[in-house]
């Protein structure tokens, strides 16, 4: 072979060389640049400093600034305050703000008509450190809230776990106690006559007639 044909030659393997690089870099490069930077989702928003905020707070420290909140009417407040009942402690609210779990309780009471009945499971699971007036308060609004909505609140108490259960029963059996027992039975079975209980459901209304007969 002659020295043009091998200048030739070296010349265009150098190009072929040139183009196939070319044609497998660009489609690379160009998908590289549009995938999201690695950890990053795509139009997910950050958590904003209110939210971050609020998940340092604890269910006591939220229930607290909920019922603070001037800003907020009674309804509002009262459903915020219900969406964070569930394993609140009432000692621990009194260590951060003296004598004002029985104030919030009892204005929840006051307001028990802003309780919704999907809140009530939350209101049951608050009975953690009630003793003495906390006792008394939260037995009068577990006992309204039951009267209210038999069906709801026996559903709740049915899901419930044992400990819960039972001091919700027993709660609501001691408010209504200061009716008489026999009317109040009567009352409850001929609602119960019209509805489809689970066994569950019915368990927890055969306990809360024993709770009736003996409140204490």
Not at 158 to 164: F, S
Request: glycine content about 6%; hydrophobic content about 35%.
């Amino acid at each position: 072979m002659s020295k043009g044909s091998v200048f030739v030659s070296v010349a265009c393997t150098a190009l072929l060389l040139a183009v196939t690089v070319g044609c497998t870099t660009n489609p690379v490069e160009k998908h590289a640049d549009a995938a999201p930077p690695s950890g990053a989702s795509a139009g997910k928003p950050k958590p904003s400093a209110a939210n971050t905020q609020h998940t340092r707070q604890s269910k006591e420290e939220l229930v607290l600034s909920f019922y603070k909140d001037s800003s907020l009417s009674d309804e509002a407040k009262v459903r915020h305050m219900t969406d964070h009942l569930a394993g609140i402690q009432w000692r621990k609210m009194n260590e951060i703000n003296e004598h004002l779990s029985l104030e919030i309780i009892e204005y929840l009471y006051r307001q028990r008509a802003f309780i919704p009945s999907e809140s009530f499971p939350n209101v049951i699971r608050a009975s953690e450190g009630l003793d003495g007036a906390l006792s008394e308060s939260y037995a009068g609004l577990m006992g309204d809230l039951f009267t209210r909505d038999r069906t709801a609140m026996t559903r709740a108490l049915a899901n419930m776990d044992k400990t819960n259960r039972t001091q919700g029963i027993g709660s609501i059996g001691y408010a209504l106690s200061y009716r008489e027992p026999k009317e109040v039975k009567k009352e409850i079975q001929q609602w119960q006559a019209g509805q489809k209980l689970t066994t569950a459901e019915k368990d927890v209304i055969r306990a809360l007639f024993v709770k009736l007969d003996n409140p204490y």
